[in-house]
Each structure stands twice: as C-alpha cells, then as structure tokens.
C-alpha cells in the first residue's frame, strides 16, 4: 500500500524559507520519480518540479532559481526546499508518486504573509 506523509508546512513572513518532507511507504523509493505539487486559493493544482531516480530535477518557472528538490532514498523522504517565499507561493503542497500516478500525499499547508 502505497503511502506519501507531507510535513513542514506552515507560515512564514515573505522573504523567508520553508522545508517540506515527504517520506514514502510501500513503493521501491529509489527506483521512482517524486513530485512535488501545488494548490493555491481558487487555482488548479500545478506541478512545481519533480526529481528523478538518478537526481535530475525540473521546475516551474515560477519556483525556478528559489525552491530545491532532493531526496534521500536511504530514508525514503523527497524534499522540498523553498527560499525567497513571495505570497503568491501560498497554497496546499502535495508530493506525488511520479507525474502519471493517482498516489498522492494529503498536502500541507504552507502560508506566507505580506
């Protein structure tokens, strides 16, 4: 049974910087691609950026040059580093098994204020 727990969520002044965690269960963590994704206000869900099995990553060009991410495959956990939050980055963060799959994580909420 495949499970996905965000945590680190929470809020933040503009300017500043999060760390979001995703830790994995019931998959073969190394061999997959994880995902990160994102829900604001009265938006669809967008991708943010994804990282490979071999460490490749790939952003939005919203995110691209503030927020990393990495993985640890001995913990089983993908990250989401996030600097230089802007208040229009607040949004429900969810990490995905891949970019093609219906397994998702519950979301963590991640607000920055003005």
């Known amino acids: 049974q495949v499970q996905l727990v965000e945590s680190g969520g929470g809020l933040v002044q503009a300017g500043g910087s999060l760390r979001l965690s995703c830790a994995a269960s019931?998959?073969?963590?190394?061999?997959?691609?994880m995902a990160w994704y994102r829900q604001g206000p009265g938006k669809q869900r967008e991708l943010v950026g994804y990282?490979?099995?071999?460490?490749?990553?790939n952003y939005a060009d919203s995110v691209k040059g503030r927020f990393t991410i990495s993985r640890d495959n001995a913990k089983n956990t993908v990250y989401l580093q996030m600097n230089s939050l802007k208040p229009e980055d607040t949004a429900v963060y969810y990490c995905?098994?891949?970019?093609?799959?219906?397994?998702w994580g519950q979301g963590t909420q991640v607000t920055v204020s003005s």
């Open positions: 990282i490979t099995s071999g460490g490749g990553t």
């Open positions: 019931g998959i073969i963590f190394s061999i997959n691609t």
């Open positions: 995905r098994l891949g970019t093609m799959t219906n397994y």
